[in-house]
């Protein structure tokens, strides 16, 4: 029987009905659908010029020729309206039932949200949450003395890391821990303000109609029970962890002897806390592999070679055009290229990358550093990206998944600060280190991220747990332990209760959707997996040959590389993650794989070390977490 199907659709501005037979509808579904993408796409374009104009105002002294810039509050508001709106409409649309793959895909993306789609009022407040988490975080609120008297209040970051980041008295590294936790959850504010922050969340999540809220904090990743995926790879890696644990742990009970630390436990917070700090520390309180053995100093060589922050930006510039990639213009050095002021960089002085195609632009931190030359790898390798995905339509225009474009920028940090890529710059004389020094490097590269990927993975899977209703609200502060201790091996370093509320404050920063621990977590893992194939499309990693073993890769000037990261970049969300994943690595599934070959000789090693020191591998810690 032949019947009329009405499909009425809200246009943003208009509301248009079909009464369309149903046999020829589908057509009709693609046309309407394009008219409200288009229309989505203009009002996207006039955001774009409002983050043109921010950043010509930015870097003009306050003066943009395109006229008065708007603020941030502005451009956000607008693209809350245009997502919200566009998303109430797509999801109208039996994606079933349109034919092109593209269509499906862009109407699949942009038809689902997280905070965006909840209602303004709640959007406002949760972002009000947001602000008031990250407070604790920047906020000058520890006094690290009786009183306020002599000196101003600290803030957590950077005031206390950096204090502890240097500190060897474990009085001090005690009391700032539980200072600074007693002062964000004075009359439970942290508790609170993070319990209605999920609830938030749970709202966003019945919006797309996910019984489970945590399905809409992984939207993105477009998989059924992803954490599943992530605890796997914290497994695989789990042996080399366990064995770096033991060997830091027998180093903490020397230095801190104090800390009561036992040698079949669990490491302290506070200490654990310190040691992932320490990755970037000149001056490591820790020892290392070989301590009579130094890395070669770089900080003075790279200023006479590279001089200024400009040519550190054109080395990077150039690391991607030698893979074949696009060429940066001096046109884009000159306009859209440009210096943060000193009073602007912070503590962190990371730069920022803008996208308002059809340009692109870079805002750079001052500071000329070995830090700063592998981190500008990174930010050129998310501007590469932005110059290839802006060729496509609206709503694919951006990373297949977050952490994607973070993870191949991790590729090129990677590479960029291999002693063979720094010989290749003349910042050292020789392309590789010595047996001890290559141990020393891959140890301290083993504190950046051997340490990190764990907690990651812990304050994303407390996260999920709470949303999901896995842990309740009155066992919050010894739920987050109990994962501590199976995942970390870490413990408070005091006795705490329930009324504590002990996250840390990478948590809090995580916390933003944008800057999730999930993202980071997916970029670490992500990033070695895709090294690891760059590396072995250039020929640059010979598994099993010591002189190109994967730690020292540079994939500098591979065509073969460069060529499977831009048909990567190309792609942009037009695809599923796994199958662009897929294209580079052979494999459907994050893998702790290359971390483990990147680490390979630093595991052997720890093996041996700790066997010769007749240290045990692995914890049983103490329940420190009382349920009063």
């Known amino acids: 029987m032949r019947w009329l199907l009405l499909l009425c659709v809200p246009l943003l501005v208009a509301t248009v009905c079909f009464a369309l037979p149903k046999s020829n509808h589908t057509a009709s579904y693609e046309q309407s659908t394009l008219r409200i993408l288009n229309v989505a796409s203009q009002r996207m374009h006039s ?159 019945t919006y797309n109609g996910h019984v489970t809220p945590s399905r809409t904090w992984y939207l993105y990743y477009e998989t059924e029970n992803f954490q599943a995926e992530m605890e796997a790879v914290i497994w695989e890696i789990m042996p080399l962890y366990r064995e770096m644990h033991a060997f830091l742990r027998h180093a903490a009970m020397h230095m801190y002897p104090k800390a009561e630390i036992k040698d079949d436990g669990a490491i302290p917070a506070p200490v654990m806390d310190q040691m992932i700090s320490q990755a970037w520390y000149p001056h490591q309180i820790f020892p290392t592999p070989h301590p009579n053995d130094q890395l070669p100093s770089v900080h003075h060589r790279l200023e006479e070679v590279l001089v200024t922050p400009v040519k550190i930006n054109k080395k990077a510039a150039e690391f991607f055009e030698s893979l074949g990639l696009n060429h940066m213009s001096d046109n884009f050095f000159e306009r859209f290229a440009r210096r943060m002021g000193e009073d602007e960089a912070g503590a962190d002085c990371k730069s920022q990358v803008y996208y308002f195609p059809p340009e692109v632009a870079l805002r750079y931190c001052p500071k000329p550093d070995y830090k700063k030359l592998m981190q500008i790898h990174g930010s050129m390798a998310e501007l590469q990206y932005n110059v290839y995905k802006r060729e496509l339509p609206f709503g694919l225009d951006i990373e297949p998944c977050p952490g994607f474009a973070s993870a191949l920028g991790e590729t090129a940090v990677l590479a960029s600060g291999t002693p063979r890529h720094l010989h290749r710059l003349h910042i050292l004389l ?199």
């Open 47 to 205: 955001i774009w010029d409002m983050h043109k104009r921010m950043f010509l105002q930015l870097t003009s002294k306050g003066k943009s020729p395109l006229g008065p810039a708007p603020t941030k509050q502005d451009v956000d508001l607008e693209t809350y309206k245009l997502f919200y709106e566009l998303a109430a409409n797509l999801s109208v649309v039996p994606v079933e039932q349109l034919r092109d793959a593209k269509l499906q895909r862009r109407v699949q993306r942009l038809s689902k949200l997280q905070l965006r789609g909840l209602r303004f009022s709640d959007y406002e407040l949760a972002k009000e949450q947001l602000r008031s988490m990250q407070t604790f975080v920047s906020g000058q609120l520890v006094c690290t003395h009786e009183e306020c008297t002599s000196r101003k209040p600290l803030a957590m970051y950077p005031h206390i890391y950096n204090q502890n980041m240097r500190s060897k008295r474990w009085e001090e590294l005690r009391f700032n821990w539980y200072t600074w936790r007693n002062a964000i959850n004075d009359k439970d504010t942290a508790r609170n303000t993070f319990i209605e922050y999920v609830r938030l969340l749970r709202v966003a999540a």
């Open 430 to 628: 020789n392309d590789s280190l010595t047996e001890n020094q290559s141990l020393n490097r891959l140890f301290r590269m083993g504190v950046h991220t051997l340490l990190a990927v764990p907690q990651y993975f812990i304050n994303d899977r407390f996260l999920v747990d709470v949303m999901d209703g896995r842990i309740r609200t009155q066992d919050l502060n010894c739920a987050y332990w109990r994962l501590q201790d199976k995942y970390a091996g870490v413990q408070p370093p005091i006795w705490r209760t329930m009324k504590d509320f002990d996250m840390d404050y990478r948590f809090y920063r995580g916390l933003n959707p944008d800057q999730s621990n999930t993202k980071k977590f997916i970029s670490e893992i992500l990033g070695f997996q895709f090294y690891r194939s760059f590396c072995l499309a250039s020929g640059q990693y010979k598994p099993g040959d010591d002189i190109y073993p994967l730690h020292n890769c540079d994939f500098y000037d591979s065509k073969e590389a460069g060529k499977l990261m831009r048909e990567m970049m190309q792609l942009g969300a037009t695809k599923h993650w796994r199958d662009v994943m897929e294209m580079a690595t052979g494999e459907r599934k994050l893998s702790g794989r290359g971390i483990l070959e990147y680490f390979a000789p630093l595991f052997t090693w720890l093996k041996e070390r700790n066997q010769q020191l007749e240290i045990e591998h692995g914890w049983d810690a103490e329940d420190m977490c009382r349920k009063e």
